[in-house]
């Protein structure tokens, strides 16, 4: 869904591009903010000023620079280019690409949003049934001046008030990104801001997405990218399976397309997946043999993994120790052209916390990657198909959705073992609820003995660096 967040953001990103390829980003930085908010234009927020602020914030985040490191206020984004710039050309490459964390807050934008409650709106009626009073378990209602008054000291946001009116007048309020979380790592610090706790953060997102003000914000590395490129390094472009419903044209044409804006080579990372499958399924009928009782989940997921390790560590002995496609891809891109950087792109957040882990140099958002090719006047459409080897199997490819990985292990598992059948099960969407589950399979409470989770609903394509 686009939104004024998505727009902006992506605006920024192809200004960055443009000014990037025409050598200006020293001088052209700091007028960004100034040229897409002028003068006695309408603001978005109190004032202009206040405006320019978010988009200098906005833009540090893009360089890689959290808000939260800023300590001189009047060090300008220039500066920071200048710093980033001389860094790039006196350290190796991985060091100066890789962020601390993948996600910040920009204090500037967040809003500062009031706690959750549930409250009564000018829509009440003072209905003589009173069906919000009679059914609120804790007596927290009243009717004061014939209006519903919601005790906050006793309501328990049951929701139950909510269900029972018939004029829609009591709504329950909400934090959009704490509500989002699906382990509680975000919540607001002692000044009113969203702050994220980095110990239970899983980087799936999801407050990323739902934050109406876009004050949280991912730190990039698509210009630690671009000066790899310019310093001639050689860099893998490695396309993830969800591409295919995110590009127009072909993934062969997609592939043309990231050579042309400057990657020395190109692969699907579907071929990756390809392993995930041959190995993961191999891990499997061995564990069913040992234990034909026992419970196995993939491993492809990092927001899922790290929620598992950080919230639910008992459980880790069920996950999959399968590396992830993107790691298999990395692999193959290496032994193909041993010494050359890899670039993961696709639509994850928690996929550059993973990358730090596991030696990827770079990673690149489709959305980034779309600022790529609009900023560079690419058009995927025009270009010729890319002459690959052999492209990637129809059930690797179709890791991106929802069920995938299961399709790909059922009909991998179902070669080996004629008639063999999976009793499968699957977690479609990482929220408060489905992590509560993951202890319930924990304890053999649920059925099945395959396990796919998947921390975005809809799979991969539906991430929260997705462009649809």
Known sequence: MLTATTAIRRELLIRLVRAFDADSLNTELDRIPVKLRPKNDPSSRCCIYHDRAVLKYRLMSLLGVSPREETDEAKTLGQYWQEKAAAAETSTPAASAQPLSPLCVCEAACSGCPDSRVVSTENCRGCFARPCMYNCPKK?????????????????????????????????????????????????????????????????????????????????QLLDLLLAMRRGEKIVAMVAPACGSQFPGTVEQLLSACAKAGFAD?????????????????????????????LMTTSCCPAYVNLVTKHVPT??????????????????????????????????????????????????????????????????????????????????????????????????????????????????????????????????????????????????????????
């Open 266 to 294: 190109v692969m699907e990372v579907a071929l990756g997946a390809e392993l995930t499958t041959k190995h993961e399924t191999a891990e499997f009928l061995e564990r069913l043999e040992k234990d034909p009782k026992m």
């Open 140 to 220: 927290a209602i009243s009717i004061v001046d014939g209006h519903s008054v919601v005790d906050q000291s006793l309501c328990i946001k049951c929701g139950k008030c909510i269900q029972a009116c018939p004029y829609h007048a009591i709504v329950k309020t909400s934090v959009p990104c704490e509500e989002a979380c699906p382990v509680g790592a975000i919540k607001k610090n002692e000044h009113g801001f969203a702050e994220i706790d980095f110990t239970r953060c899983v980087y799936c997102g999801k407050c990323l997405v739902h934050c109406p003000f876009g004050a949280v914000v991912e730190r990039s």
């Open 315 to 468: 459980f880790l002995p069920h996950v999959s120790t399968t590396p992830s496609p993107m790691v298999y891809a990395k692999q193959l891109a290496q032994e193909k052209t041993p010494g050359i950087k890899t670039a993961f792109i696709g639509p994850c957040v928690a996929k550059r916390d993973e990358a730090q882990r596991t030696g990827v140099d770079f990673v690149l958002s489709f959305e980034e990657l779309g600022a790529l090719f609009a900023g560079r006047g690419i058009d995927v459409m025009a270009c010729e198909p890319w002459p690959v080897a052999r492209p990637a199997c129809a059930t690797a490819r179709g890791y991106a959705h929802s069920c995938g990985v299961t399709e790909a292990v059922l009909a991998e598992a179902t070669e080996r073992v004629p008639g063999f059948k999976l009793d499968a099960k699957q977690i479609n969407g990482l929220d408060k609820k489905t992590a509560m589950q993951l202890k319930l399979y924990g304890m053999g409470k649920l059925p099945g003995n395959f396990l796919e989770v998947m921390a975005c609903s809809g799979g991969c394509e539906k991430g929260p660096c997705a462009l649809k």
